[in-house]
């Protein structure tokens, strides 16, 4: 949808798409509400404000991020996941990663402590654990590369482990 916003664009900086995508947890979920939570993911994703940049951002499962970061960083992290899945990974390691991200969040909000460094944070070490007892990454360059990605996107690695468990059930 972006690339194609782009071209239509020219690629003219100045004009930027957001969007907003709400998952239903049911077929029995009510439309209105569906559409009243998709609406409040679009207006997240308009009011998106970090580091001066503005708009040009995506919501999906209640995570907002620019579009690059969508990208660059969330699909080619879920593609990942995906190939390891088919190559031998069970569906248990999303639950582990997801852990993971659930410890960084919790370290996330210590972040704005002045007296808090993060060099050496629970969420790093408890990664690297979880990868080098997988059986199927035993190659250190395979599991270093990987641990890599994942540390580069721990922003994102609740939604990207959400996204790939809802793309593999």
């Known amino acids: 949808i972006r690339a194609d916003f782009k071209r ?4 003219n900086p100045e004009w930027s798409i957001s969007g907003g995508i709400f998952i239903a947890p049911s077929k029995k979920h ?4 569906a559409a009243t939570e998709a609406g409040e993911s679009l ?3 308009k009011h998106h404000d970090e580091s001066g940049k503005v708009k040009d951002s995506i919501t999906v ?3 907002t991020c620019f579009w690059d970061e969508y990208v660059e960083g969330v699909e080619k992290l879920a593609s990942r996941m995906e190939e390891e899945l088919s190559e031998g990974a069970r569906r248990a390691f999303l639950r582990k990663l997801y852990a993971v991200f659930s410890t ?9 402590d002045e ?8 969420w790093g070490w408890l990664l690297s654990y979880i990868l080098a007892k997988e059986p199927w990454l035993k190659e250190r360059s395979k ?12 922003r994102f690695l609740g939604l990207t482990t959400r996204l790939v468990e809802l793309r593999t059930r």
């Open 8 to 11: 239509y664009t020219c690629n």
């Open 30 to 33: 009510p439309l209105r509400s």
């Open 43 to 45: 207006e997240n994703s």
């Open 61 to 63: 499962l209640n995570t």
């Open 104 to 112: 960084y969040e919790r370290y996330a909000k210590k972040m704005h």
């Open 115 to 122: 007296r808090y460094d993060d060099r050496y944070g629970r």
């Open 143 to 154: 599991r270093d590369n990987f641990e890599q990605q994942i540390g580069e996107n721990i």
